[in-house]
């Protein structure tokens, strides 16, 4: 252990902590930005890059990165001399001499990490003014916008895509004042294996690197002469109050459905509807390929970002994921076929918008494989975030809404498909429904507990009536390459995986209000879907008597062929 004083006070650190951890374990503020650390410190980024940390070494009057500078014997630091105080002002007023000066107009306005800690040190006026990074804005995917001008080097998006993810699609290129963040050779996202998780934009202190923003697409559908229907996905409803300062893990299902309805949408349906219907698909295909010798284990396939990892990264392994289209894209599906049908309008009159947690879902909607005609199954989707910017803008008192239900039929669910939105969710919704296909008995307990938590990988031996099923459940992409490896090698011995690109799942997703990798919030999400599935009186997918429904009157059976000609797809390498 090593002794310090900092301001005065003494403290005393394991030998490897820094300046900030001594710092912290005696609550002394000392303002960050390059400095991350994430899911209860599983990951760092340390590269000490913007040096907006320093603080002074009494004594030798040197100034010191706290966050890159091991601590030592007997050191003495200041954080508060005017000294350092001064030399954190002219850093952040160097990172501004290149950096436009267009806060009231970019899209991280008022989120800006940059923006706050300027206006935190009293920076009131562009001190210098430098040239300018003239690299065009990469607008090239349907879910990312790389904005080099605004990129201030920290680094946190590549220890993201790297060391989180294991997709390593962007790096610092070029030298000096032309370095960027990009991929090799500066190509377009778009041609690169970026995954477009999103996890990048979640993590960036500026608008470097932002989402792609539909809300006016969204707006001048709703001003049109179409139907416009919108569904909301699971997790949605545990974050989105956050953004009206409420608790994380509130769960606001009533007020979204009316604020939504305010907005001017025809119909609210419910993503958790089609969630019901995947398990449906997906459990028939499990025990079709249990019961047919077919290729096992089965991955879940209901995560973009996750799928365009395996076709990039694991093209020889594209027969293992289910081949049920995700629940979004199923909801797209019916919504232009039966339900246009029932509600008398042409599909092309019909507009279906999506609220995900997700950016990747952008690009999703956009994939040709998943829509039957020539316009997309899903036309619009928008963020968690996207849509608490359009109730602001409609000036919806969202906290005092009184409550309102989602439209049928398309609104109905169960507790199995809340869970969807938190690792482990999907994988236990179709163990409820697999179980009682399989054994044609009650399944009493409907919690499969081993399944939860945010540990990375979890594994679990189920028991279904005497037959062990072998379960693995991973988050985060780094968590689903291990996986993937040890299948690949014939180490693995499982029946079904479920994978989710982003660490804690959808409700960690880059389009939920920005949650800086804080496991504590992240669990509060989890547990408001847990709270969500244990109110309801129906918790089995298969009980939902909309879902059979419309087996009856539209689909047949499950895993028949209408099923698989609107509901399954394909992967490509
Ligand atoms: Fe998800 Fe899904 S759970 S992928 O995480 O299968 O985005 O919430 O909508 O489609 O239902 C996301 C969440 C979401 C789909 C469902
Ligand atoms: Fe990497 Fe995901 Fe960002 Fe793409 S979206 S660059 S895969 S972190």
Not at 293 to 303: A, D, E, I, R
Request: glycine share 8%; net charge negative.
């Amino acid at each position: 252990m090593i002794n310090l004083t900092i301001n005065g006070k003494d403290v005393c650190v394991p030998k490897d902590s820094t300046i900030l951890d001594a710092a912290k374990k005696l609550n002394i503020k000392i303002p960050t930005l390059c400095h991350m650390s994430l899911y209860d410190m599983q990951f760092f980024n340390q590269h000490a890059s913007c040096r907006v940390c320093v603080v002074e070494e009494v004594g030798r009057k040197k100034l010191l990165p706290a966050c890159g500078t091991p601590v030592s014997e007997g050191m003495k630091i200041a954080t508060d001399t005017p000294r350092a105080i001064r030399a954190r002002r002219t850093i952040v007023e160097l990172l501004l001499s290149d950096h436009p000066n267009d806060c009231l107009i970019c899209p991280k306005n008022t989120d800006c990490e940059l923006q706050q800690i300027a206006a935190d040190l009293g920076v009131r006026e562009i001190k210098y003014q430098g040239e300018m990074v003239t690299v065009p804005v990469d607008n090239s995917t349907y879910s990312i916008v790389r904005d080099m001008s605004k990129c201030i080097l920290c680094k946190r998006c590549e220890t993201m895509c790297s060391n989180v993810q294991t997709v390593h699609a962007l790096t610092d290129i070029g030298r000096g004042f032309d370095t960027i963040m990009g991929a090799a050779f500066n190509a377009p996202m778009n041609e690169t294996t970026c995954t477009f998780c999103g996890q990048c934009l979640a993590v960036c202190p500026t608008g470097a690197l932002t989402e792609v923003n539909n809300v006016s697409k969204v707006w001048d559908a709703i001003n049109s002469n179409k139907v416009v229907i919108v569904q909301t996905a699971p997790a949605v409803r545990v974050a989105l109050g956050e953004e009206f300062g409420m608790e994380p893990g509130s769960l606001v299902t009533g007020q979204m459905v009316a604020a939504l309805r305010r907005l001017g949408f025809d119909k609210v349906f419910d993503t958790d509807f089609a969630a019901d219907l995947t398990i449906m698909e997906e459990a028939s295909e499990l025990i079709h390929r249990i019961q047919h010798g077919g290729k096992l284990p089965l991955l879940t396939s209901c995560c973009p970002g996750w799928i365009k990892f395996l076709e990039h990264q694991f093209s020889d392994m594209l027969d293992i994921p289910s081949t049920c289209k995700s629940p979004h894209e199923m909801f797209g599906a019916i919504a232009k076929t039966y339900l246009a049908e029932k509600m008398g309008v042409k599909p092309e009159d019909m507009v279906v918008v999506s609220i995900m947690p997700c950016v990747a879902k952008k690009y999703e909607a956009a994939r040709p494989e998943l829509s039957e005609g020539p316009d997309h199954d899903v036309d619009i989707v928008i963020t968690t975030r996207e849509l608490g910017l359009m109730i602001k803008e409609a000036c919806i008192d969202f906290v005092n809404l009184d409550e309102e239900e989602f439209d049928n039929p398309l609104g109905e669910s169960t507790g199995a498909s809340v869970i969807f939105g938190t690792t482990g969710g999907v994988i236990e919704a179709a163990l409820r429904t697999a179980y009682e296909m399989l054994t044609n008995k009650t399944l009493e307990f409907v919690e499969f507990q081993q399944l939860r938590g945010m540990q990375g990988i979890k594994e679990a031996t189920i028991d279904i009536d005497g037959m062990p099923i072998n379960i693995a459940v991973s988050h985060g992409l780094g968590n689903a390459r291990k996986l993937l490896e040890k299948i690949r090698s014939g180490e693995a011995n499982y029946h079904a995986i479920e994978i989710m690109a982003c660490p804690g799942g959808c409700i960690g997703g880059a389009g939920q209000p920005f949650h800086h990798g804080d496991m504590t919030l992240l669990e509060k999400r989890a547990n408001g879907l847990y709270k969500d599935d244990r109110s309801k009186t129906l918790r089995k997918s298969h009980k939902n008597p909309m879902i059979k429904k419309l087996y009856d009157e539209f689909l047949g059976e499950p895993y028949s062929e209408k099923a698989h000609e609107l509901l399954h797809t394909e992967y490509v390498a």
